[in-house]
């Protein structure tokens, strides 16, 4: 078994796996799980073990159908009405030093948290945006406002359209894993980071976490489209 079916496999039994980018981009290695299997237990490992923001990847195809878009396109908005600052951000976001764009959308909560922050509030907006997304590709309509409060401790990413023949940021590799795993395309991604460096925790590393706690490890080079 190759080592992408292994971390299919992995994705499709909800078991979480870690995720390294490529060494000419961020060089990050996140973890990885789907989102309609995230339990508090899992929100405690990656904020304890990883670091990094806790994310939730979608594709472009139900972003669109939720009428998410993508948080530049908010802030292009509202800098129609002269704001520099909100110009110059927006102006900006194509300069950033690993990629061309940002995917960030917006953040939420769902409408049954609390204060959105705990183990047990960000699993449950979580898991409620996987069944969302899973909703939209059964064709079901869906009122995504109804649901969930914004700003909150959840942010939402959205994959490019073309998913890695556009880009091959962690959020699009995440969602063409969950296309080749046949699973609800909403992942739950979280940088690994160094508590000693101050940096990203280095491939080395992340490999070696891999090993002592029985994950998958994959590189991006070895997801095709």
């Known amino acids: 078994m190759t080592n992408l079916e292994k971390a299919i496999k992995s994705l499709q039994s909800g ?7 490529a060494d000419d981009r961020e060089g990050e290695t996140d973890f990885v799980i ?4 995230t339990s508090p237990e899992d929100i405690a ?14 594709s472009s195809e139900a972003a669109e159908s939720l009428g998410l878009p993508f948080m530049t396109e908010i802030l292009r908005h509202a800098a129609y009405n002269g704001n520099r600052a909100l110009q110059t951000l927006v102006e900006r976001d194509g300069d950033l030093k690993y990629d061309n764009h940002s995917s960030f959308s917006v953040w939420v909560n769902h409408k049954d948290t609390y204060t959105g922050i705990t183990d047990n509030d960000r699993a449950l907006t979580i898991n409620k945006i996987g069944e969302m997304v899973s909703h939209v590709e059964e064709g079901r309509k ?10 909150g401790h959840v942010a939402i990413l959205r994959a490019a359209r073309g998913l890695l023949n556009e880009r091959k940021g962690q959020t699009e590799l995440s969602i063409a894993l969950a296309q080749k795993a046949g699973i ?14 101050g940096k990203a925790l280095s491939k080395e590393k992340a490999r070696e976490y891999a090993r002592e706690h029985n994950l998958q490890f994959i590189e991006g080079k070895e997801i095709t489209v």
């Open 15 to 21: 078991r979480m796996i870690l995720l390294y980018d």
């Open 34 to 37: 789907p989102a309609r299997s």
């Open 45 to 58: 490992v990656m904020r304890r073990d990883g670091g990094g923001l806790i994310c939730v990847a979608i």
């Open 142 to 151: 869906i009122d995504f406002g109804s649901e969930f409060h914004s700003p």
């Open 184 to 197: 609800t395309q909403a992942m739950v991604v979280c940088e690994m980071l160094d508590n000693h460096n």
